[in-house]
């Protein structure tokens, strides 16, 4: 189901919506609405031992499963500004991103399509601890620094994408 499915009258004047694939427009007022993927900015933390810094998740989805910090941007908030805000929030971690890894897709919510759930375009980026006090907060029950050989499997990871991701680190750090 698309996040507009479902959609029939405008939220402003509650007059009639015209339909397309991902645009809903209101001939009365002029309200238009777009089905976006959401974007969300993500860190790979390595630390001095080479170990990658993982988050329990305290919420759902995917509650109790290992996941990368990061998260959602605020409307109008830069990527990097939100790596930042997000790994702070959640590992109370100050970060300085530095390489960006790359882009990928997925589905926030129940795996694959459907009710209540929403496409997200998942920008990740290496950083590096500059400061604070590791602690787990916000929607994070627990953080834990896991060296390559000791990645919880494919199936205790959170969300396609971070399988994907944490997979490609790992191609990237294999031992000679």
């Given at each position: 189901?698309?996040?507009?499915?479902?959609?029939?009258?405008c939220?402003?004047?509650?007059?009639?919506?015209?339909?397309?694939?991902?645009?809903?427009?209101?001939?009365?007022?002029?309200?238009?609405a777009?089905?976006?993927?959401?974007?969300?900015?993500?860190?790979?933390?390595?630390?001095?031992?080479?170990?990658?810094?993982?988050?329990?998740?305290?919420?759902?989805?995917?509650?109790?499963?290992?996941d990368?910090?990061?998260?959602?941007?605020?409307?109008?908030?830069?990527?990097?500004?939100?790596?930042?805000?997000?790994?702070?929030?959640?590992?109370?971690?100050?970060?300085?991103p530095?390489?960006?890894?790359?882009?990928?897709?997925?589905?926030y919510?129940?795996?694959?399509?459907?009710?209540?759930?929403?496409?997200?375009?998942?920008?990740?980026?290496?950083?590096r601890?500059?400061?604070?006090?590791?602690?787990?907060?916000?929607?994070?029950?627990?953080?834990?620094?896991?060296?390559?050989?000791?990645?919880?499997?494919?199936?205790?990871?959170?969300?396609?994408?971070?399988?994907?991701?944490?997979?490609?680190?790992?191609?990237?750090?294999?031992?000679?």
């Amino acid at each position: 189901m698309g996040l507009l499915d479902g959609w029939r009258f405008c939220p402003r004047c509650r007059g009639a919506l015209e339909v397309e694939r991902g645009r809903v427009a209101c001939s009365a007022c002029g309200f238009a609405a777009y089905a976006n993927s959401a974007p969300t900015a993500c860190a790979l933390c390595v630390d001095e031992g080479g170990r990658l810094l993982l988050v329990r998740r305290a919420g759902e989805p995917f509650h109790g499963f290992w996941d990368l910090p990061g998260g959602f941007l605020a409307e109008g908030e830069h990527p990097l500004a939100a790596l930042r805000r997000e790994l702070c929030e959640e590992t109370g971690l100050e970060v300085e991103p530095e390489e960006l890894l790359g882009v990928w897709m997925d589905w926030y919510g129940d795996e694959g399509e459907g009710a209540g759930v929403v496409a997200t375009l998942n920008l990740y980026w290496t950083a590096r601890v500059v400061g604070g006090e590791a602690r787990p907060a916000d929607d994070v029950s627990e953080l834990r620094w896991f060296a390559r050989d000791e990645l919880p499997a494919a199936e205790e990871l959170a969300f396609t994408n971070v399988r994907e991701v944490v997979s490609a680190w790992r191609g990237r750090h294999e031992h000679p």
